[in-house]
């Protein structure tokens, strides 16, 4: 019934930019956290984001800070993670997740399909 789509991935040079969208479905956004993940190949799972419900607060991963940003759009039980300045090293398989929770946590109830990002020149 739960259920997350990611989409917006694609191939980008170095510098680039991408937007990903996150669609939840089964449940409403307004009251819970959602958190953006990657894994590249051979590599462990990485937080990148997380935009927690109970006080508003985002954090992003230091990697990814000043050049990431987590938005929402709860009438369309929608979040956005938009991609600047992207690197080689941000390629990855991205996917968002939702603990059920109004805070951001380590520990994630429903996850998406992943989609990839490719930043390659």
């Known amino acids: 019934q739960v259920q997350l789509v990611e989409s917006g991935g694609g191939l980008v040079q170095p510098g680039g930019s991408l937007r990903l969208s996150c669609v939840a479905s089964?449940?409403?956004?307004?009251?819970?956290?959602i958190g953006w993940f990657r894994q590249a190949p051979g590599k462990g799972r990485e937080a990148v984001s997380c935009?927690?419900?109970?006080?508003?607060?985002?954090y992003y991963a230091d990697s990814v800070k000043g050049r990431f940003t987590i938005s929402r759009d709860n009438a369309k039980n929608t979040v956005y993670l938009q991609m600047n300045s992207l690197k080689p090293e941000d390629t990855a398989v991205y996917y968002c997740?939702?603990?059920?929770?109004?805070?951001?946590?380590?520990?994630?109830?429903?996850w998406g399909q992943g989609t990839q990002v490719t930043v390659s020149s």
């Open positions: 935009s927690s419900a109970s006080d508003g607060s985002t």
């Open positions: 997740a939702a603990p059920t929770s109004s805070s951001c946590t380590n520990m994630y109830n429903y």
């Open positions: 089964g449940f409403t956004l307004d009251y819970y956290a």
